[in-house]
């Protein structure tokens, strides 16, 4: 089993930014994806940025290219994801998500381990 644990989520002001923490415990895998999605009440789970892990391949939903950045320690087995300009409608619960394979990787149900989630929230 893989636990994932979400945090770094808050109150912000337009303009501001964040870093998300997604850290892993228990078993360890070197291959898959792990993934950052976003979701508001009522509406689907949406796709912000993944990354791989068998060579730090990063990839990005495109409304997010340019302000949302993914990356990882691997020492500390951690994904981040840094937030930059934040805008009111970046406000959303952000999850990570762990698969241990290939595929389509926007598709949340594709994924094996999801953590608890973190709030964002971004006033204007």
């Known amino acids: 089993q893989v636990q994932l644990v979400e945090s770094g989520g808050g109150l912000v002001q337009a303009g501001g930014s964040l870093r998300l923490s997604c850290a892993a415990s228990?078993?360890?895998?070197?291959?898959?994806?792990t993934t950052w999605f976003r979701q508001n009440p009522g509406k689907e789970r949406e796709f912000v940025a993944s990354i791989r892990w068998s060579d730090d391949n990063t990839y990005y939903a495109d409304s997010m290219k340019g302000r949302f950045t993914i990356s990882r320690d691997n020492a500390k087995s951690t994904v981040y994801l840094q937030i930059l300009s934040l805008k009111p409608e970046d406000t959303a619960v952000y999850y990570c998500?762990?698969?241990?394979?290939?595929?389509?990787?926007?598709?949340?149900?594709?994924?094996?381990?999801w953590g608890q989630g973190t709030q964002v929230t971004v006033s204007s």
């Open positions: 998500a762990r698969r241990l394979s290939g595929g389509v990787i926007s598709i949340p149900r594709e994924y094996d381990y």
């Open positions: 228990g078993r360890t895998f070197s291959s898959g994806f």
